[in-house]
């Protein structure tokens, strides 16, 4: 007995009936506290006699008479335990209270036998069509209002044995998997934000890892027509640096002496070496992902193998094919091997220009150290500006906002071996009073006298022949191919994954959209606004910053601040919706979403919902048919995907 002074006692009775009961008094205040998972309980708190017969062995609450002054919206905490006899009294009935719900919940097949019965009328029975039956002892499913009315609104009670399971074999493999994915930044808080975008975001995910191989792929063919010392290694070093804030410097023939002087052949062997050290296998990534691959073929084998009606609204086969667009990305970049760790690709940057010479007026080479603290190819310190915060983060999923200037920095290069190509093609030496030496046969190039010469003609050397030439765009050639073919393959991979987990729980009975296909539905269609947002702000940002500000455009200032919120609202939408997804295999897994608004189907079918209790023979050969058909989508979208990553990286390089 829980009891307080100078209030009104109420009893709180706990009636274990399919149907709600009310019992007369003076005084009645309904509250539904859950809905219990054997079967729907409604507590009624009345006003009631102590004296009364019923309530030596009912449990009392106390709490405030409503028809007191002292009535507010609220319940007065403080008000309450001032005038509590026994804090543990009193703590003993909160405690009952909080575990009730836990404890008891919907038991939908006892519900049925009650309906079957007739205990709850001849309305409201049909078959796994949704068509009413004419005898309701027939009925093997029933109306969402008479499921409401007989079951109540609650869900199957937790079932600590199958969410151990279904997490254990359909979700933790998965989660394991994400400490694979490759970071680098030297900010924990980075790495915490790039793993989020990743969850939150796989369309967003794929695009930047699409948009690496076919950059690439991209690169390589962009330098095959040309031939000059160092060349091969540019491309090298140029691909590698995919992942870092790129910064190219023409101005004071820094670059062209990067190009055309022999003294910086170490400069470009000494910095490919040093950029060549992440392994791509280990023994933790190869393990853990046959660990997914073992786990999730066994798990979709026992599933087919065993009962497939069993705990079938907790089942993990739609969370098993949501999630396995992870596995083509974390093998992606295992194959691509990104250089992003952030300490190391600095340290490289930073030592190679240590060792770079500058042409001089004079004709004699200087250490580019002597002259100032400039050089031609660096890393920017740090985020320049709000508008590129995320180019310095060289997580690889940042790809996305280092794609356009990076092409931008690939052409500059780019430009100076072409022209030094070309003049080399001609035998024409970078000094003109200096003739033009025979190649050894074995050389790769032109000798080390036709290379050397003043600052001016190492400028003149790295500029293109003719007076011919056009002005560059400044987005750079075959971008939007190459943007449109990683969007592809991205929303491919995106869809092809949540798209099968929607037609597994879809092809469920009660067939049609419901809590768990919504939730997918939900988190696909997040994970696409996020893609769409950080490219368009990956747009705009190069935008604002390839036009002059002299040039006073509105629209400039307009695309720098657009660019800003549509980055800091994609990756605010990409952190809610990586909790969304796991919140929402957890709440399948806990029989939350096992309840009469989910199971009937409500989102899809509205007033014409009804929740399927027994399946028949038919039922479960749909369902058999849709698992399947998910299995294959999943699994094919992903082995599609790591097909496209095997053909397109690895690309033939120029001599």
Not at 145 to 156: F, K, R, V, W
Not at 353 to 369: E, F, H, L
């Amino acid at each position: 007995m829980c009891r307080s002074h100078n209030l009104t006692e109420y009893r709180i009775s706990v009636r274990g009936a399919m149907r709600a009961e009310i019992f007369p008094a003076p005084t009645i205040l309904p509250i539904v506290l859950t809905q219990s998972a054997k079967a729907s309980r409604q507590y009624a708190v009345m006003a009631q006699d102590p004296n009364h017969s019923e309530s030596r062995n009912s449990l009392h609450y106390d709490i405030w008479n409503p028809s007191a002054h002292i009535m507010h919206s609220s319940f007065s905490w403080p008000y309450f335990l001032r005038h509590a006899q026994t804090n543990t009294r009193l703590s003993a009935c909160l405690i009952l209270l909080v575990l009730i719900p836990i404890v008891s919940g919907v038991r939908f097949d006892q519900c049925l036998n009650d309906i079957r019965s007739g205990k709850h009328g001849e309305l409201g029975g049909t078959d796994n069509r949704g068509r009413p039956v004419s005898d309701i002892a027939n009925a093997t499913a029933i109306s969402y209002d008479l499921c409401i009315t007989a079951c109540g609104a609650g869900s199957e009670p937790f079932a600590w044995s199958i969410f151990s399971t279904q997490f254990s074999s359909w979700l933790l493999p998965w989660l394991a998997l994400v400490s694979q994915l490759p970071f680098g930044a030297n900010d924990k808080l980075d790495n915490l934000v790039s793993m989020l975008m990743t969850v939150g975001s796989p369309t967003l995910a794929a695009y930047s890892l699409a948009l690496t191989v076919l950059n690439g792929r991209w690169i390589a063919k962009r330098f095959a027509s040309h031939s000059y010392p160092n060349l091969r290694n540019a491309v090298r070093i140029l691909s590698s640096l995919q992942q870092s804030p790129l910064r190219v410097t023409t101005d004071g023939s820094l670059l062209s002496s990067l190009v055309v002087l022999p003294e910086n052949d170490d400069w470009w062997s000494e910095l490919v070496m040093w950029l060549d050290y992440t392994h791509t296998w280990s023994i933790s990534a190869v393990t853990s992902i046959s660990w997914v691959i073992i786990a999730y073929i066994f798990t979709v084998v026992d599933s087919f193998t065993g009962d497939i009606t069993a705990a079938v609204n907790a089942n993990g086969q739609g969370v098993g094919s949501l999630w396995i667009w992870l596995l083509p990305i974390v093998i992606g970049w295992l194959q691509i091997s990104p250089k992003c760790d952030s300490v190391r690709l600095y340290q490289a940057i930073a030592r190679a220009n240590k060792i770079a010479y500058v042409a001089t007026p004079s004709g004699r080479p200087v250490p580019a150290s002597s002259l100032s603290r400039r050089r031609a190819i660096t890393l920017a310190p740090g985020p320049e500006d709000a508008l590129r915060r995320d180019e310095g983060c060289t997580a690889p999923i940042y790809n996305y906002a280092r794609f356009l200037p990076w092409v931008q920095a690939v052409e500059d290069v780019r430009s100076a071996f072409s022209a030094a190509s070309d003049h080399a093609h001609l035998h024409r030496s970078v000094d003109p009073e200096i003739n033009w030496e025979k190649e050894d046969r074995f050389a790769s190039g032109p000798s080390r006298v036709n290379r050397e010469g003043t600052r001016a003609q190492v400028d003149a050397y790295c500029t293109a022949i003719g007076e011919h030439t056009s002005t560059r765009s400044a987005w750079g050639p075959h971008v939007w191919s190459r943007l449109c073919l990683a969007s592809i393959l991205a929303l491919f991979l995106q869809w092809g994954a949540t798209g099968a987990a929607i037609i597994v729980v879809w092809f469920t009975p009660t067939t049609g959209l419901g809590c768990r296909s919504g939730a997918y539905l939900l988190y696909g269609a997040l994970s696409t606004v996020v893609w769409f947002l950080l490219v368009l702000s990956s747009l705009l940002s190069h935008y604002a910053m390839t036009t002059p500000h002299a040039s006073g455009k509105p629209s400039v200032r307009i695309a720098r601040l657009s660019s800003i919120a549509f980055r800091r609202l994609g990756k605010l939408v990409a952190t809610c919706n990586a909790i969304w997804i796991v919140m929402t295999c957890l709440f399948q897994f806990t029989n939350f979403f096992d309840r009469c608004y989910c199971n009937s189907s409500v989102l899809g079918r509205g007033f014409n919902s009804y929740n399927v209790v027994e399946f028949m023979a038919n039922d479960i050969l749909g369902m058999r048919g849709a698992w399947i058909g998910g299995v294959v989508l999943a699994a094919g979208s992903a082995t599609m995907f790591v097909v496209f990553v095997n053909l397109f990286i690895n690309p033939q390089l120029p001599d």
